[in-house]
Each structure stands twice: as structure tokens, then as C-alpha cells.
């Protein structure tokens, strides 16, 4: 199958109050979101995540937890963070926050973990 793009879900929420909520409670410890570790150093979107997203031969969309569309949310049993391929043949879940974490914060290696998953799950870019 074939990857049409990538679909990213941050365990937090994107309004202004669950973003400043989320922010607050990571810099106490008590939030955590490993997709966001990836994606974002203390304010803004990492270079290096950009890149990576950039050289991408497909889309990379990101939501939050309330903000994701209805079948994303259905594909995914409302789980966050995870990242979805979407196919021709629709929704496949590749990296929950446990293959999420694994990245260990890196971009680089979450996109060889997504390409992993991808391999695994029999589906390819072209």
C-alpha cells in the first residue's frame, strides 16, 4: 500500500490553555508528551524537525489530542501521541508513544522508526 501521508497526534491539547497547561506541567514534570520532545525544544519547532518533516516525499500533518479529525480519533482509540500513515486503503497506525519515545527526542530517529513501521506494515512511499 501506499503512503498518501503522514498524520502526527500530540498528547496535549491545542488551545491556548492546554498548550500554556501542557508547557507548565512538562517544565514541572508532570506532563509529557514524547512526540512533542521530538518535534519542539523549550518555545518553538526544532530546525532539525523541520528538515526532516521537509524531506518527506509526503505530507507530515500534526494535531493535537482535540483538535484531531473524527477519524483519526477513531482509528487511533483516541490514543495520543501516535503517528498514522494514511493509505489508499485508509488509517494505519505505525508508532504509538512507546515507538514514539524511542526516538529519544531526535527527529532523525523517529523518521527511522516511522520507516520502520511503514516496512513492517507492508507499505511504502510510492
Keep these: 500500500m501506499k503512503i498518501d501521508r503522514l498524520i502526527g497526534v500530540y498528547g ?3 488551545t491556548l490553555r492546554g498548550e500554556v497547561a501542557y ?15 521530538v518535534t519542539h525544544g523549550l518555545f518553538t519547532a526544532k530546525g532539525e524537525w523541520k528538515r526532516c518533516r521537509e524531506g518527506l516525499p509526503v505530507p507530515f500533518e500534526m494535531f493535537h489530542r482535540d483538535d484531531q479529525p473524527d477519524e483519526v480519533r477513531r482509528a487511533t482509540g483516541d490514543q495520543a501521541p ?3 500513515a494514511e493509505t489508499t486503503e485508509g488509517l494505519v497506525a ?3 508513544g512507546s515507538g514514539i ?12 522508526a516511522i520507516e520502520a513501521a511503514a516496512r ?3 507499505l511504502d512511499w510510492t
Design 101 to 112: 519515545e524511542s526516538a529519544g527526542g531526535n527527529p532523525n530517529r523517529l523518521m527511522q
Design 23 to 37: 508547557w507548565i506541567g512538562a517544565r514541572l514534570g508532570r506532563r509529557h508528551c514524547s512526540l512533542c520532545d
Design 12 to 14: 496535549a491539547n491545542g
Design 82 to 84: 501516535v503517528v498514522l
Design 94 to 96: 505505525l508508532l504509538d
Design 120 to 122: 513492517a506494515s507492508g
